[in-house]
């Protein structure tokens, strides 16, 4: 084996490195470098040469062991306990064991050599070095340090009795949960639960105190779960730090505060948006979780029904007017106008949007944060928007009369205008906005359709199970076998994947109210709800229940879901 020192000729390791990286590609080496003789391993990472032949030159080179795969490469918990995820990541190296108690360091490059040597220093062990790909020993890396995190009752265990709130006011900005090792037990305790979230998918983590005891919960797939109960005596430590991490202050405690913070975990960024409130026994914090490498949803992917699809791509494809998503908080309605600004983006419009907050990043549309505090509101932002050209404006939420006759009126004026309300269903979003004050008339001209949603829990697919329901089921569900070509529904039993839930992930079930002349003339008459809803039906339209007994039709979701989510005046 072949170590690197200060005498070693370092031109005669790239010659050798690239006769045999030249040896591995064949023509691949050739068409980037020529008839050069020497090469180094950063030079051909720059020109996108395979990392695995990468590491393998890099063996043959040294004369040092090679693997391409670590996935059955046991990690060394000494590696793991004495070395913080930060410095791994930063020179690519884990530390690897076998059952004869051999240690190892995997590494990529050349540089790494030295930092095994210092290691082997540090631990009082002799490593020896092994090469593989990169992406293998990142991947490595994050697998390992998500496994060493442990269990958050383990360190409320080494918490009780503590004192501990000197512990907990370092604040680091973009600090990677999986670095746990050298954390303060309270620090530690609440990158766990915040781990343990994003584990789960969780959209929102509650601290929510009682009289007697402190609760943690957590909202997956639109439904709250307990998930721990640390003692009640830690309750303002765990607040504080939760504090500290949003910028907030930790000594006032009789107003509500907001913050803000971004977390690591291993290659993933996760926005938190943290809100605390006081209440009767001691203050209680929210922590919405956004998920910065979940893909966007295209509209194809919503669960949108074929009907509806091409209705709603129809009326984004419009020159102007304004189209509406309505639902309840969290049912999905930016999502929905994220994917129709996907299908719509292009070279040749100009979009904007005003968001609060902005949930993802959209390439090539400019979004813009608005702000109470700070004098942005959606109404002064809207009026700033028409002067900068747009062909499509997306209005986050209509709030108030002042955004609502705005946005109505540049719909009016040449934009096409995206928006959402809240209101129970999709006829209820133009009495919502007469209730705002917009004349009748200006809502029958502008209104392009409005579509109404919710979000259902599928049933989950490691544990799906299907039933012939009773003629009792049938009765309480209001059900016709009709309904059910197959005649059998289908739940899930609970494992593992959905953690005992059944459920797993979730899909929209839509509403789809498209403004014709019947509609318009309803409008203008000041028709209440009930009775453009019963026109829009009778033109077709397919209600929010209706869609979602499809569903459970289609064995997506169960009828306890489409219940839970929609009332029966909604069928």
């Not at 070693?8 to 490195?17: E, P, Q, R």
């Not at 068409?31 to 063996?59: K, N, W």
């Not at 979780?289 to 992917?301: F, M, N």
Request: with cysteine; proline share 4%; charged share 25%.
């Amino acid at each position: 084996m072949v170590l690197l020192g200060e005498h070693t000729d370092l031109a005669d390791v790239y010659n050798k490195f690239a006769a045999a990286l030249r040896a591995e590609l064949n023509g691949q080496f050739d068409a980037v470098f020529g008839d050069s003789v020497a090469c180094s391993p950063a030079q051909a990472r720059q020109a996108d040469l395979p990392e695995p032949a990468i590491a393998l030159a890099l063996s043959e080179t040294l004369n040092v062991p090679f693997r391409e795969s670590l996935a059955d490469c046991p990690v060394s918990h000494e590696f793991l306990s004495g070395v913080p995820i930060s410095f791994a990541r930063r020179h690519c190296l884990i530390g690897l064991t076998n059952d004869n108690g051999h240690r190892a360091v995997a590494i990529a490059g050349l540089s790494q050599l030295t930092q095994v040597q210092a290691l082997s220093r540090v631990l009082g062990k002799s490593l020896e070095p092994i090469f593989a790909p990169r992406d293998e020993i990142l991947r490595a890396i994050n697998a390992a340090y998500q496994q060493q995190s442990g269990q958050a009752e383990r360190v409320i265990e080494e918490l009780d009795g503590r004192q501990v709130m000197g512990e907990i006011e370092q604040a680091a900005k973009n600090e990677d949960l999986l670095d746990v090792a050298s954390r303060a037990p309270v620090i530690k305790l609440v990158n766990l639960v915040l781990f343990e979230a994003i584990k789960r998918r969780a959209s929102d983590v509650h601290v929510q105190p009682y009289e007697d005891r402190l609760m943690i919960r957590m909202r997956v797939d639109g439904v709250l779960h307990d998930v721990l109960t640390p003692p009640k005596a830690l309750q303002s430590e765990i607040i504080s730090r939760i504090k500290i991490m949003g910028g907030m202050n930790i000594a006032e405690r009789r107003i509500a505060q907001d913050g803000r913070e971004t977390v690591e975990v291993g290659d993933r960024l996760v926005d938190l948006r943290i809100s605390t409130l006081p209440t009767s026994f001691g203050e209680r914090a929210v922590i919405r979780l956004l998920d910065k490498s979940i893909r966007l949803y295209k509209l194809g992917d919503l669960g949108m029904p074929p009907a509806i699809r091409e209705h709603f791509c129809r009326l984004i494809h419009s020159d102007h007017g304004i189209v509406l998503v309505t639902g309840p908080t969290g049912s999905g309605k930016s999502t929905t106008l994220y994917a129709a600004l996907q299908e719509l983006n292009s070279k040749e419009l100009n979009i904007l949007t005003l968001e609060d907050p902005i949930e993802y990043r959209l390439e090539g549309i400019s979004q813009t944060q608005v702000s109470d505090k700070k004098g942005m509101t959606f109404a002064t932002g809207l009026r700033h928007v028409l002067r900068q050209d747009p062909d499509i404006i997306m209005v986050g939420e209509i709030r108030d009369a002042e955004t609502a006759k705005m946005a109505i009126q540049s719909a009016l004026t040449g934009h096409l205008v995206f928006s959402t309300l809240h209101t129970n269903d999709a006829a209820g979003a133009v009495a919502r906005l007469l209730e705002l004050g917009v004349e009748p008339y200006l809502v029958a001209s502008s209104l392009l359709g409005v579509v109404a949603q919710r979000l259902v829990r599928r049933i989950c697919a490691g544990c799906r199970t299907s039933f012939v329901p009773s003629q009792a089921d049938l009765q309480r569900w209001d059900l016709k076998k009709s309904q059910l070509p197959s005649g059998k529904l289908f739940h899930g039993q609970g494992c593992e994947q959905c953690l005992q839930t059944g459920y797993r992930e979730r899909v929209g079930a839509f509403e789809f109210l498209e403004v014709s002349e019947p509609i318009r003339e309803l409008v203008n008459q000041r028709a209440k709800a009930s009775t453009i809803k019963a026109a829009a039906m009778d033109g077709g339209m397919t209600t929010l229940r209706e869609c979602g007994i499809e569903k459970v039709a289609e064995g997506m979701t169960t009828m306890e879901e489409v219940i839970r989510v929609t009332s029966r005046d909604e069928f």
